[in-house]
């Protein structure tokens, strides 16, 4: 078996080389008809196939009644004629008027008419309730079985899918960028790719129930992406500010001065116990928050630029919103643990549960 197994070594310009490919067939699939292009060729179909699909992209999905995406469907995504999403028909002069849009198979002697996806069970297809398996079925609406004697009116499968709902409750949608935020899901950023689907951002490719949030809805600015470390975020984030410093020094930026003060603040004061220091970080960061508060246009900002955070996938799991740590803190304290809760301490009557919540809160999320 090891002598069969080969090891490729490329230098670096045949590495580009290899991107380059990967690229140019992300980026033309099968419109080239086996015969690679030439590089004219090549800049001649894509000034006029790339602003056609900027402009008229379609969404594909296979949806639940509710509304859940369930299946975003990408370029390799399988069709129930057994091609792939990409070759089937997808780049469109102008959006058709008639719906359903009808993405046809563009493979020789197909007569799959329009893409449908066929649910899989972990990798393998699901047989019907006729017993037979989606291939031995037409291609064609209503997907009849053409196995000899078999009696099956069409393709109709048992599978209940991840989001509780059996397969033949669902359906395909191809909908228009413009149809789609009217729906209120994710269109992402516009790509020069050829048959993106339903695919916008990395959290596509999970199953709908996996994927309740609006992480498909592409990066985050470069302001929030820069904004500064403070005591608010996860403790992984505040380990990391020296190695950040020390890359953009490197890097050329001019020093940032302007959290001097909490990193001088995160490191343990000589004769601090443990204590006192999570109790400080604790009073540190309720200062912070109130600041926040203060300045920042709604009731409460820093709660939530913390689920912000956890959305976006800056702040880890263990990071918890503060009044989240203080109702923690008041569960420990015992026997004010009912008036505590869910209030937001301001007064001095709560303040020592407070303080005391803060250590419990900060040490559950150290660990
Ligand atoms: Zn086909
Ligand atoms: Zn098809
Ligand atoms: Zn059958
Ligand atoms: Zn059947
Ligand atoms: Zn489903």
């Known amino acids: 078996?090891?002598?069969?197994?080969?090891?490729?070594?490329?230098?670096?310009?045949?590495?580009?080389?290899?991107?380059?490919?990967?690229?140019?067939?992300?980026?033309?699939?099968?419109?080239?008809?086996?015969?690679?292009?030439?590089?004219?060729?090549?800049?001649?179909?894509?000034?006029?196939v790339i602003p056609m699909r900027i402009n008229n992209r379609l969404f594909t999905s296979w949806t639940t009644p509710s509304g859940?995406?369930?299946?975003?469907?990408?370029p390799q995504t399988l069709c129930f004629c057994n091609h792939r999403y990409y070759q089937h028909k997808?780049?469109?002069?102008?959006?058709?008027?008639?719906?359903?849009?009808?993405?046809p198979c563009m493979v020789n002697g197909c007569p799959c008419r329009s893409y449908h996806y066929m649910p899989l069970n972990g990798t393998q297809p699901v047989r019907c309730t006729c017993k037979h398996f989606p291939d031995m079925h037409s291609v064609v609406e209503p997907y009849k079985c053409k196995q000899g004697s078999c009696r099956c009116g069409g393709y109709r499968t048992?599978?209940?899918?991840?989001?509780?709902?059996?397969?033949?409750?669902?359906?395909?949608?191809?909908?228009?960028?413009?149809?789609?935020?009217?729906?209120g899901h994710p269109v992402g950023q516009d790509v020069p790719y050829k048959a993106?689907?339903?695919?916008?951002?990395?959290?596509?490719?999970?199953?709908?129930?996996?994927?309740?949030?609006?992480?498909?809805?592409?990066?985050?600015?470069?302001?929030?992406?820069?904004?500064?470390?403070?005591s608010l975020d996860h403790p992984f984030l505040r380990s990391n500010v020296q190695s950040i410093r020390a890359y953009k020094l490197a890097?050329?930026?001019?020093?940032?001065?302007?959290?001097?003060?909490?990193?001088?603040?995160?490191?343990?004061?000589?004769?601090?116990?443990?204590?006192?220091?999570f109790e400080r970080r604790f009073q540190e960061r309720k200062r912070l928050e109130k600041q926040r508060a203060r300045l920042g246009s709604g009731p409460s900002?820093?709660?939530?630029?913390?689920?912000?955070?956890?959305?976006?996938?800056?702040?880890?799991?263990?990071?918890?919103p503060p009044n989240m740590?203080?109702?923690?803190?008041?569960?420990?304290?015992?026997?004010?643990?009912?008036?505590?809760a869910g209030t937001q301490p301001s007064g001095s009557g709560g303040r020592k549960a407070v303080g005391k919540g803060g250590v419990v809160g900060k040490k559950f999320v150290k660990k």
């Open 251 to 277: 890097a050329g930026a001019p020093d940032f001065a302007d959290d001097d003060a909490e990193r001088i603040s995160a490191t343990k004061w000589p004769g601090e116990s443990d204590m006192d220091y």
């Open 68 to 74: 859940m995406d369930c299946k975003l469907i990408g």
């Open 325 to 340: 740590a203080v109702n923690g803190g008041s569960i420990m304290a015992g026997p004010s643990r009912n008036d505590q």
């Open 196 to 230: 993106m689907g339903g695919l916008t951002g990395f959290s596509s490719l999970m199953e709908g129930y996996q994927r309740l949030d609006e992480s498909g809805i592409g990066a985050p600015n470069e302001e929030f992406l820069n904004q500064p470390i403070t």
């Open 301 to 320: 900002p820093a709660p939530i630029r913390f689920a912000q955070r956890a959305v976006q996938g800056r702040g880890a799991n263990g990071a918890l």
């Open 1 to 48: 078996m090891v002598d069969r197994q080969y090891h490729l070594q490329f230098d670096s310009q045949r590495a580009a080389d290899v991107d380059a490919y990967l690229e140019y067939t992300r980026i033309v699939g099968e419109d080239d008809h086996g015969v690679t292009f030439t590089p004219e060729q090549y800049e001649e179909y894509k000034r006029r």
């Open 90 to 103: 997808t780049d469109f002069d102008a959006i058709p008027s008639e719906r359903p849009i009808k993405l």
């Open 158 to 183: 048992a599978f209940t899918c991840s989001c509780g709902q059996p397969a033949y409750n669902h359906s395909m949608i191809v909908e228009t960028k413009k149809e789609r935020i009217a729906r």
